[in-house]
């Protein structure tokens, strides 16, 4: 069964911590995603990598950098967490090689900014 | 920008009833177009896709209907059921290349099906 795990689902942290998010997949993906899921906003693309140490800026990158050093592991990281940056966040990955499966996405993290 | 509108944000139907969800997007070089289902505490996880060389596109009971020239998209559920009830998102993105699975989402639709 195919896997996308987030290293956490519940994260409270105090405004102005540097706050890491890690995801990993079992799938041998080339493309990793970070998106942000709001009410009434559906999710958003935060960065996505189609390759170890590549990464591009999805649509609302600011605030957030990425890291991604193996294949399978992808982080997200809030170089100084603000209230704004309270949601849920979520993991994705895909391969062309999937056949038109699309993404699969991890359960998320329910981050919490105080 | 929102590149895909969808509507409406909340849907209430009855047991056996059709449930409708609807989506519009902008960008034209679009060429895949999933519908993801979200139960609460779980990760979005793909229910249905169709590229824009067909018109419909049928898997049990869900049904995807696309107009290329009005580009819009829709969703349809036969025979709704409580399982159902959950939040469902359409979301378009190009099919290969390095964007592959990079997808813009509509805002999502809460459905709820009463038994």
């Known amino acids: 069964d195919v896997k996308v795990t987030q290293s956490s689902r519940y994260l409270v942290k105090r405004t102005g911590e540097k706050v890491f998010l890690e995801c990993v997949q079992d799938?041998?993906?080339?493309?990793m995603f970070w998106y942000r899921q709001d009410p009434g906003l559906g999710l958003r693309l935060i960065y996505f990598s189609y390759d170890v140490k590549m990464k591009e800026k999805g649509d609302i990158p600011e605030g957030y950098s990425v890291s991604r050093e193996k294949k399978e592991r992808f982080s997200l990281i809030l170089e100084s967490a603000s209230t704004n940056q309270t949601s849920m966040y979520l993991c994705?990955?895909?391969?062309?090689?999937?056949?038109?499966?699309?993404?699969?996405f991890g359960q998320g993290t329910r981050l919490t900014v105080v | 920008q929102q590149q895909v509108k969808q509507s409406p944000q909340s849907l209430i139907v009855q047991k056996g009833g059709i449930s409708i969800i609807n989506c519009a997007y902008e960008?034209?070089?679009?060429?895949?177009f999933p519908w993801y289902q979200q139960f609460p505490g779980k990760g979005p996880a793909l229910l249905i896709a169709?590229?824009?060389?067909?018109s419909e596109k049928k898997e049990g009971r869900f049904t995807i209907s696309f107009n290329k020239s009005a580009k819009q998209f829709s969703l349809h559920i036969m025979d709704s059921q409580p399982g159902d009830s959950a939040t469902y998102f359409c979301?378009?993105?190009?099919?290969?290349?390095?964007?592959?699975?990079?997808?813009?989402f509509g805002q999502g639709t809460i459905l709820t099906v009463h038994p």
């Open positions: 979301a378009a993105s190009y099919a290969g290349g390095t964007s592959y699975g990079k997808l813009t």
């Open positions: 994705a990955s895909s391969s062309p090689g999937t056949g038109g499966r699309g993404a699969f």
């Open positions: 169709i590229r824009p060389d067909v």
């Open positions: 799938m041998d993906h080339e493309n």
């Open positions: 960008n034209t070089a679009f060429d895949y």
